[in-house]
């Protein structure tokens, strides 16, 4: 006798009903239940946008607009380079970590930036490591 392929179909639909209805329960135990609360909290993180990401020039000019409001580092030649949408790149010399971490600090406040390097270097620290690497390197 011949089984038909009706039979086929009918075997794997019930074995694909049977696995959908487990692994429901299984992310309903998971995730958790759904109720009004819930439920609100969703619809209202849908509604609210979300930050914007100021453009690469702009976010540039407004990280070195924050650099140049700061008084602690009016003494320093800092720079901020666009490294795309809502990211900067800061560059210079500072004489202290604390230096740097306020730079950082204070661009990471500005809205519509979302990503900072800070690739300032510190005076005493830096460039001495670059100093002892040079002498090692010539004495090899």
């Known amino acids: ?11 794997w639909g019930a074995l694909g009903a049977g696995v959908g209805l487990v692994a429901g329960f299984a992310l309903g135990e998971w995730v958790g239940d759904v ?4 439920l609100r909290r969703a619809a209202r ?10 453009p690469a020039a702009a976010g540039a000019r407004a990280a070195g607009a924050a650099i140049a409001a700061e008084p602690a580092l009016a003494e320093y030649r800092l720079e901020a380079l666009a490294v795309g949408a809502g990211a900067v790149e800061l560059r210079g010399w500072v004489t202290s970590r604390a230096a740097r971490a306020l730079a950082a600090r204070r661009v990471r406040a500005v809205p519509g930036i979302e990503s900072v390097i800070n690739s300032i270097l510190v005076r005493g620290e830096d460039d001495l490591r670059t100093a002892d690497t040079e002498a090692s390197d010539q004495s090899a």
């Open 35 to 38: 109720n009004r609360p819930r």
């Open 45 to 54: 993180r849908l509604q609210t946008p979300g930050p914007t990401r100021l």
């Open 1 to 11: 006798m011949r089984r038909s392929e009706s039979d086929g179909s009918l075997w």
